[in-house]
């Protein structure tokens, strides 16, 4: 392979590449080369990795045909680090060790590099608030005309065709879209801000916080409004990442001396989404650089989405001014969603997956699964399964059927005692009260509420659960139920005690 053919490569990969991923990424790259093998040159580990994991098969690929045009041999690639060149050689030497054996050590590096921050606090602190320039990438994955820059690969792994002719993954979920996402009280106003936000990023809400309990759809919200930038413009830059992919890029940038390439790929982009926040709870350094590209981005207009499991305030170990920062846009919480919406997210995820599913039984389903959307769909999905393997359509019998542990446990655990001690010692009332024919406020109000909770939580019929409250008749808790629903839109109190009292029944 003679230095003029590794030249052509990198005019060919000149073409393919937006011009700064080039700059960034293959121009450094110098080359060692002899008959049948070829050793890139990497100025650093850093870019070693990036390239052993974006290009590397894209530029074999290159090679091998330039050196066949010119009628070479095969071409053995190699890829090091400058300093390990003399480790390289020896490792050709021996053996025909290439690409894999880099690859698998670039793996390695990127786990050692999450070990996080306490080794990035001893590294030299960087205040950074150099300018936004053009993009280079740390830990990213970028596609080959800048099209869709996201990270972590853990996450969609998708594959994208991209004009230029290298394949590149993108983490933006395709499935986690407006139109999949089913609304409903608990979501409609982070919903309406995501549409907001899609329609005019960077002026609309930004950041847009978007806070609540684990598996209630707020990765879903903000891929959508990415996956819908995308679509609008498909050379918006969009990044989604987990913020501890943030913090693993951050160790490794600073570990490699790479942090002004990890400032400009961060802070060059059109919409950065940072799922789950509160990792930076106690990472001072990962703080203070989000803090630096925070600022950069909002002031370039550029888009950003936070996640979070609780609301900003309450994230312990996270600075005052990244938490005030934070309350700048618009801070949206998701709550778990209501027997309503999630009946209609059963329905929806069972017509995406092109399986009848009669609205009894997804009714029976969304009763007894009322945590989050997550567990609701992986119910569903052990009911399709079951119903696939039997043969048998889902009815609420097969239903009963496959998730007949999970009904056994809840049974157990949920029962109109259960409730009614629950209740009576929330309101600080006795159990006889709510048997009895009281009709005061504070007593009538509790004994509805907990009437309602027997609907939602158990599996009684209303004349079971008439009985169950002192002989009553099941048109008293129909209407029981009836009240409460209404006073949970009306009556913020209501709706508190409501939430909280599920929650002390069902975890
Ligand atoms: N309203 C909804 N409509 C359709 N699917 C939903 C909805 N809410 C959640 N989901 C689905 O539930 C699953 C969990 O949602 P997601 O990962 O967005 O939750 P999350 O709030 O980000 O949770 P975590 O904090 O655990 O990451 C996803 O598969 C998502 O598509």
Not at 219 to 235: E, F, I, K, R
Not at 302 to 318: A, F, V, W
Request: net charge neutral; aromatic share 6%.
């Amino acid at each position: 392979m003679s230095e003029a053919t590794w030249q052509k490569c990198v005019a060919h990969l000149q073409e393919e590449l937006p011009s700064q991923h080039f700059i960034t990424w293959i121009r450094p790259l110098k080359i060692d080369a002899g008959e049948g093998w070829i050793n890139l040159l990497a100025p650093n580990r850093f870019v070693r990795d990036w390239v052993q994991d974006r290009y590397f098969a894209r530029i074999k690929e290159l090679v091998g045909e330039l050196s066949a045009e010119v009628g070479g041999t095969e071409v053995q690639l190699l890829i090091a680090e400058r300093q390990q060149r003399a480790q390289a050689q020896s490792t050709r030497a021996n053996a025909s060790a290439p690409a894999a054996v880099m690859a698998r050590e670039s793996v390695h590096v990127s786990a050692e590099a999450s070990r996080d921050v306490e080794l990035s606090q001893q590294l030299p602190l960087d205040t950074g608030s150099e300018p936004v320039s053009p993009p280079s990438a740390p830990g990213q994955i970028v596609s080959a005309n800048g099209q869709i820059v996201s990270s972590s690969p853990q996450q969609g792994n998708r594959q994208v065709e991209v004009e230029g002719g290298i394949r590149h993954q993108s983490s933006l979920m395709d499935n986690y879209t407006f139109e999949t996402f089913v609304e409903g009280k608990s979501n409609q106003l982070a919903r309406a801000a995501a549409s907001q936000v899609a329609e005019n990023p960077g002026r609309a809400y930004n950041p847009l916080f978007l806070y609540g309990g684990v598996g209630l759809g707020k990765t879903h919200l903000m891929h959508a409004v990415g996956n819908s930038l995308v679509q609008q413009n498909p050379n918006a830059r969009v990044v989604y990442l987990h913020s501890e992919r943030f913090v693993a890029d951050m160790v490794k940038a600073l570990q490699l001396n790479a942090i002004n390439e990890f400032k400009r790929y961060y802070r060059s982009v059109d919409a950065l989404l940072i799922d789950d926040i509160q990792f930076f709870s106690g990472k001072e350094r990962s703080q203070e650089e989000f803090f630096h590209t925070f600022n950069a981005l909002l002031e370039g207009g550029q888009q950003m989405i936070l996640t979070c499991d609780r609301y900003p305030k309450e994230i312990k170990g996270l600075e005052e001014r990244l938490k005030s920062r934070f309350g700048w846009g618009l801070t949206v919480a998701v709550e778990p969603p209501e027997l309503e919406t999630r009946v209609a997210i059963l329905l929806k995820k069972a017509e995406q997956e092109k399986i009848p599913l009669p609205s009894d039984a997804a009714f029976f389903i969304a009763q007894r699964v009322r945590s989050n959307v997550r567990e609701l769909e992986g119910v569903l999905k052990r009911v399709i399964a079951s119903s696939r393997f039997m043969a048998r359509p889902i009815d609420i019998p097969l239903v009963k059927e496959s998730l007949k542990d999970l009904l056994a446990l809840q049974d157990k655990q949920v029962s109109l005692d259960n409730i009614q001690r629950t209740v009576a010692e929330y309101y600080k009332i006795k159990i006889s009260d709510l048997m009895s024919k009281r009709r005061s406020r504070s007593v009538a109000r509790p004994r509805q509420l907990a009437m309602a909770l027997s609907k939602e939580l158990t599996n009684h019929s209303l004349p079971e659960i008439g009985e169950g409250f002192g002989g009553r008749d099941h048109t008293t808790v129909l209407h029981a139920c009836r009240k409460i629903k209404e006073l949970r839109d009306s009556d913020a109190d209501i709706r508190e005690d409501y939430k909280n009292l599920i929650r002390l029944l069902t975890t």
